[in-house]
C-alpha cells in the first residue's frame, strides 16, 4: 500500500493549519500586546487585562486563540489562570518568513546598485556644469549681478 504518501501530506498539512493559527493569532493587535506582556514571565490573566480598555471576558478570549495557536500555555488552579509564552510556533513562522529574506535581499541590492548609479550621473553633470562655468571668458556677464540700466539723473 502507498500509505507513506497520506502520511506526509497529512504532516504537512497539519504544520500548515498550526501555522495558520499561528498567523491568524499574530494578526490582532491586542494578542501581540498580550504576547509583549508575557516576554519572560508567567501572568494572571486579570494581569494581562489590565492594561487594556476592554472587558476581562474579551481578553480571556484572545487569550484562548493564543492557547489555540499554540503561542501561550495555560494553567488553571481553581478560578486562577496563570499564562506561559511559548515562542516554539513563532519560530515556525519566522522560519516561514525568512524564506522570503532571499528576495528583499535582492530588491535591497538592486536598489543599491540604481543609488550608486543615480549618484554617479548627478556627480558627473555637477562636474560638467562647474567646467561649463569655468570656461567662460572673462568679462562676459551670466545676466546677475551688474545693473545696465543707467541711473536716471
Known sequence: MMMPLHVATDIR?????RLDAVFAALSDPVRRAILGHLDGS????????????????AVSKHIQVLVRAGV??????????????????????AV????YSKYWQEQF?????????????????????RRLRAARPPGRSTGQGRDRRRPKP
Open 13 to 17: 498539512d497539519d504544520a500548515e493549519t
Open 42 to 57: 508567567d501572568r494572571l490573566v486579570s494581569e494581562l487585562a489590565a492594561p487594556f480598555d476592554i472587558s476581562l471576558q
Open 72 to 93: 501561550v500555555t495555560q494553567e488553571r488552579s481553581g478560578r486562577i489562570s496563570r499564562c506561559r509564552l511559548d515562542a516554539g510556533p513563532i519560530l515556525d513562522a
Open 96 to 99: 516561514w518568513i525568512n524564506r
Open 109 to 129: 541590492d538592486l536598489l543599491a546598485l540604481a543609488l550608486v548609479d543615480d549618484d554617479r550621473k548627478r556627480s558627473s553633470k555637477q562636474q560638467s556644469g
